[in-house]
């Protein structure tokens, strides 16, 4: 057979389909183990949520008559940490609940705050559990995306996947705080070594004109794992038995092991071309495509003509991002706008509980206009271009958070509008996943070819910190006033907003190549046709 001068991995994808039908079972593969990820990311928002609680009394002494009133936003209401002394009005000084908290749940719901009394003195130890988690997420996808580039994605995906079923399990059994903290950080570095490894994995195995495509779609299932978890979250209340709900489900994906492909680009990477073509073969039988259209014979010496073409290239480091005046600023820019979003669109999902109405009813409809956000994102972002409506997306998502902020409680006679609030903030959170949807794909065209990844992996870094310090944000509100913090959320937001003007329109426009190219954009081409011939990759924003 003829020797396929041009020949190289895309080439061969394209012969195995449109994707072919093995890609797209490997893709949906893949996509579900987006729940564990997810869950275990948003989980705190159902576990730290403090109920209506007040200071325990002994029996046979009325509420009203041993609990101070304490005017909170101009309602009073029962003081939350504190009773009279000996529990009588008569007494003109207060104590710190001496029998401990009384909280205003129904059976079975518990979570770890009434469990160990995470509220007065110690409400800021559940905002630290989260910004703790984190902190494990943010060492996690320092440590796996190398360890994988090194010794493949396969084998870190699969460690990544299984290990935290064990953690997860010791979490549904631990009996105090620290034991908790400390397995959520590791858990943290584990969730995130999966979705690291996972995306990459999905990224490598598809061409790339399917890419973007495939970043955007994959986006749904964090957004039905939302929902779902909201749905556990209400069927099951306890916080124990919804643990090992979420952390159960990926044994039954025992079947990855022998399913899931090792990447053949970082097989090719590694001169490990004899498994290369052992997963053409595999992956054309199964989608039932002749050898001969592969022409398999000539994958060893295309790969290798591939490898060694790319051994010539210059080495790029992340202080090539800041070589120029306009990469600088961009850069800049870029790293506000993914800290910003990554901060309101968290602080969001996690301070929705606290809004008026049920708590898992405002959770699952959170996780539903997610989905109708990644929905409208995949039909605009070739239509009305990138720049247009990401900057729309951060100006609506800030004026519904400043909005919802201000809103009264109630009107001048009394009626309780609290709802009005609840209704910005979805609207908001919307917007906020539309930018967390958006955000990959426009920093990877802004960014040159030859420093693409490492501006779009050194961006994802500022998304872990926003992870990090928003739990720290949301807690002002318990300190000052409550809707303090959506209002923060809603001024990043929109000073994102008006910061996106600064930066180029990618869209139809021929998208750089080196970093000369990226002082400035040239003339206009199909950006999909570039996305094919640059091989163009996007990363995942929930990192």
Known sequence: MKLLETMDLDVLYEKLGNPGRYHVLVYILQCLTYFPVVVNHVVMAIFGVPPPHHCKIPNGVLVNESIPLVDISGELTLDKCNVYDNYTMSSNSTVYCPMGWEYDVTPPDKNIVTEW???????SLSGLATTIYFCGVMLGGLIFGTLSDLFGRKPFFLLTLFVPVGIGVGLAFVQ?????VVLRFVLGFFMQGLQTTNFVLVMELFRPVHRTTVGLVIELFWGSSVMLLALIAYLIQDWRYIQLAISLPPVLAIGYIWIIPESPRWLQAQQKYKQVQDFFIKAAKFNNVSPDQLALEDINVAIKREDDKDTVTKKYTIIDMFRTAKLRKRTFILFYLWFAVAVGYYGLLYSITNFAGNKYLNFFIGGAVEMVAYILTVFIVNRLGRKK?????????????????????KTGDGVDIRWISTVLAMIGRMNMAGCFAMMPLYTSEIYPTVIRNIGVGACAFWTRLGGVLFPQILLLGQYTFKSLPVIIFGVLALAGGILTLIL?????????????DAESFGHLVNTTE?????GLTTQDTHL
Do not use: S, W
């Open 530 to 534: 570039e996305h094919i011939r640059q």
């Open 389 to 409: 409506v990401l900057c729309a997306y951060f100006v609506l998502g800030g004026v519904m958070c400043i909005c919802a902020g201000v809103v009264p409680a």
């Open 176 to 180: 105090n705080y620290i034991t908790f």
């Open 117 to 123: 009394d995470l509220v007065c003195d110690n409400k």
């Open 504 to 516: 180029p329109e990618t869209f139809n426009k021929k998208l750089p190549e080196t970093i000369q």
